[in-house]
T-cell receptor
Framework: NAGVTQTPKFQVLKTGQSMTLQCAQD?????MSWYRQDPGMGLRLIHY???????DQGEVPNGYNVSRSTTEDFPLRLLSAAPSQTSVYFC??????????????FGDGTRLSIL | AQSVAQPEDQVNVAEGNPLTVKCTYSVSGNPYLFWYVQYPNRGLQFLLKYITGDNLVKGSYGFEAEFNKSQTSFHLKKPSALVSDSALYFC??????????????FGRGTQLTVWP
């Protein structure tokens, strides 16, 4: 059971480039989400999805797009990379959004540097 | 809006001593509270969650958390710290209602260092 798998683990981009961070889970979870982790700021929600075909914005969605064509996959796209998007990105999933006492399962992260 | 606060950026304890990592919360409705741990270059691992009615919740690796409704706190505790407990700890609250149902809000994290 792989859990939540994120690729790539590391990436360096130039300002203005675009790229897609991949996230896949094999637990048949309905709820998936993307966070960014910055020093001293905890984790902040970028986008989330409550099921295939349904996505919504979190706290810091600007500059990012998502789609959810299957239950398993939830890619995050950077449209035009900016240095402010240098961060560690985590994908997480849980079985559903209710009951709300379900813990989320996290991938190991993608460390992204924008030059 | 839901929020959590971790008032200490760093906690240092000697191995074998008890440890406490503090968390206070602000929620509307029922509190859905969690503790996660993050080791270097890894994702977050679930430690424990608040269960309604239980003021002392037991979790993984010997950790427990004390829920105090009047003080709106959910402090993480361990009776005897290990060097291997050194990590970054996050308190989080999950939104239980409304348009933000299911969202998870994190504290800023507390770096725990256990000295041998």
């Amino acid at each position: 059971n792989a859990g939540v798998t994120q690729t790539p683990k590391f990436q360096v981009l130039k300002t203005g480039q675009s790229m897609t961070l991949q996230c896949a889970q094999d637990m048949n979870h309905e709820y998936m989400s993307w966070y960014r982790q910055d020093p001293g700021m905890g984790l902040r929600l970028i986008h989330y999805s409550v099921g295939a075909g349904i996505t919504d914005q979190g706290e810091v969605p600007n500059g990012y797009n998502v789609s959810r064509s299957t239950t398993e996959d939830f890619p995050l796209r950077l449209l035009s990379a900016a240095p402010s998007q240098t961060s560690v990105y985590f994908c997480a999933s849980s079985y559903s959004i209710t009951p709300s006492n379900q813990p989320q399962h996290f991938g190991d992260g993608t460390r992204l540097s924008i030059l | 809006a839901q929020s959590v606060a971790q008032p200490e950026d760093q906690v240092n304890v000697a191995e074998g001593n008890p440890l406490t990592v503090k968390c206070t919360y602000s929620v509307s409705g029922n509190p859905y509270l969690f503790w996660y741990v993050q080791y270097p270059n890894r994702g977050l691992q679930f430690l424990l969650k608040y269960i309604t009615g239980d003021n002392l919740v037991k979790g993984s690796y010997g950790f427990e958390a004390e829920f105090n409704k009047s003080q709106t706190s959910f402090h993480l505790k361990k009776p005897s710290a290990l060097v291997s407990d050194s990590a970054l700890y996050f308190c989080a609250v999950r939104d239980g209602r409304g348009s933000t149902l299911g969202r998870l809000y994190f504290g800023r994290g507390t770096q725990l260092t256990v000295w041998p």
